[in-house]
């Protein structure tokens, strides 16, 4: 067994977690919202307006508290008119499978699922083939709370209240499915549509512009150079973790090498060094962090499972997705002073799922039970903390983990990515003793995962492989991820 060793300061904090690093996106895309979250009124499914009640309970449980909707790049062909009222009028999907989406998923349905969830709303606004106008009104009927022409479209369609909408994305991927647009172009451009986007009943809302592909540093220098923080709140990044680095031939959901695995691993750790560089640019221009990092999609991209559509991205999700999911929070809990936000893509039955579908049935992933294991470092206070943990390999470090403080409450969560060999993890806080540590693991072999026959292969267990004899141990076992609560 290797050793590692933590250090830290019980009283040292060193910035806030916002519990939103622990959202989620929901685009419409294969069978995330339609025959995902939303199944209609008449379906046999229990369902409250249309939208599954088994959904709503899972994702409550693991305290969903912000959803990104409706796209993704289908957020720049989408036109939010044709999602309302009692005649809504259909529309090509033309990124995601060609298909024709009658748009009985709209404006209402999200605001009203985001009520149930009892979660903020993020919306992405169309840049790429929408207008100022269009934007302005959505807001508009969205948020204003008299009689102006769109509040009593609303009104009209059954909504009296304005809803609260907290974040506003503008544009997605304008680098890309977006707009193809250059940087500055993008910069010019969001201004103009940033003037207008007034929220009327939320004046916090937070504007994010579209920030950076991965590790393209000169979309960032240049927004930093062109966006102040009364421009915009936030600016997002995107990365997802492809196994073979080729997104022709991304590699299998489910069978996979061990060297296919590490060399996931070493491409989710890749996140770390992409926002450490990103921070400095952005500390260069804004040296008190006034303007966010929200990283609005992460997680693993494979092929998508044999005999389904190529265009809707279904995969399945295994104990390597629950390390790579740990991985990736740690690092966000770890760049808390910069990343305030963070969406997995995506809710359900796409990529990176934390819930997957078929008819009424419902699995919660590995990666579902990380964010139950990771939920008391919702809105909690990062500690600092000196790790010296093994290698293995090629410079890929054992463990991950992060550290943080909500009263009197230490949360450690730590995963260990080796395949073959444990981890005594020994913690030793520069003063005091811990007591009444409890813990929970998420422990398999690195392919197992959760289907139709087997919902509960890889769940949560309790676990007692820690000591304070001498100093306190705790005992990381292979492919785990272990979070381990107590008290100093
Ligand atoms: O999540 C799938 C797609 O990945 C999104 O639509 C897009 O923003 C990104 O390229």
Redesign the pocket.
């Known amino acids: 067994m290797k050793t590692a060793y933590l250090k830290f300061c019980p009283d040292k904090t060193v910035s806030h977690i916002s519990k939103e690093i622990y959202g989620h996106?929901s685009?419409h895309?294969g069978r995330c919202i339609y025959n995902g979250i939303y199944v209609g009124k008449d379906s046999k499914i229990p369902n409250t307006d249309g939208i599954r009640n088994d959904v709503v309970s899972s994702l409550k449980e693991i305290g969903l508290p912000v959803l990104r909707w409706p796209?993704?790049?289908?957020?720049d062909e989408y036109h939010w008119k044709n999602g309302v009222g009692d005649k809504r009028t259909p529309m090509l999907n033309s990124?995601?499978g060609g298909i024709v989406e009658d748009n009985s998923f709209g404006t209402h349905e999200f605001f009203s699922l985001c009520e149930m969830l009892d979660c903020e709303a993020y919306l992405a606004a169309n840049m790429g083939s929408g207008s100022v106008s269009e934007l302005s009104r959505w807001l508009e009927y969205i948020t204003y709370d008299g009689d102006s022409p769109s509040a009593l479209e609303r009104k009209s369609n059954g909504r009296e209240k304005p809803w609260r909408l907290k974040y506003l994305g503008i544009g997605?991927?304008s680098w890309?499915?977006?707009g193809s647009m250059s940087a500055q172009s993008y910069c010019d451009t969001y201004r103009h549509y940033q003037t207008f986007a007034k929220n009327y009943s939320t004046p916090d809302m937070m504007k994010i512009a579209c920030g950076p592909n991965a590790d393209d540093y000169s979309w960032t220098e240049t927004l930093m150079q062109n966006l102040k923080p009364w421009h915009t709140d936030a600016i997002s990044l995107?990365y997802?973790t492809i196994p073979t680095g080729d997104w022709q031939h991304k590699g299998s959901a489910t069978s996979f090498s061990d060297e296919e695995y590490y060399d996931t691993i070493r491409s989710t750790l890749y996140m770390d060094e992409i926002i450490t560089k990103h921070s400095a640019i952005m500390d260069k221009y804004d040296p008190e962090s006034k303007i966010k990092l929200a990283v609005d999609?992460w997680g693993c991209?494979y092929d998508v499972e044999e005999g389904t559509n190529p265009g809707f991205?279904y995969q399945q999700n295994t104990m390597r997705d629950a390390i790579v999911a740990a991985i990736n929070l740690n690092i966000f809990n770890n760049h808390s002073s910069r990343v305030s936000m963070a969406n997995l893509?995506?809710v359900m039955n796409?990529?990176q799922a934390v819930l997957l579908s078929e008819g009424e049935k419902l699995v919660k992933t590995p990666t579902w039970y990380v964010f139950k294991l990771f939920l008391a470092h919702h809105d909690s206070e990062l500690v600092k903390t000196s790790l010296a943990a093994p290698e293995i390999g090629d410079n890929l470090p054992m463990l991950s983990l992060s550290l943080s403080k909500k009263g009197e409450s230490f949360l450690l969560s730590v995963s260990n990515c080796s395949l073959d060999e444990d981890c005594s993890l020994l913690l030793d806080p520069e003063h005091g003793c811990i007591k009444n540590a409890q813990a929970q693991i998420l422990t398999a072999d690195k392919d197992v995962y959760n289907d139709f026959d087997s919902p509960e292969r890889v769940s949560i267990s309790d676990y007692d492989r820690f000591s304070s004899d001498s100093a306190f141990t705790l005992t990381v076992p292979k492919r785990s991820v272990v979070s381990l609560s107590f008290e100093v």
């Open positions: 996106f685009e895309l796209g993704g790049c289908f957020a990124n995601w997605n991927e890309g499915c977006g995107h997802y999609e991209w991205l893509a995506q796409v990529l």
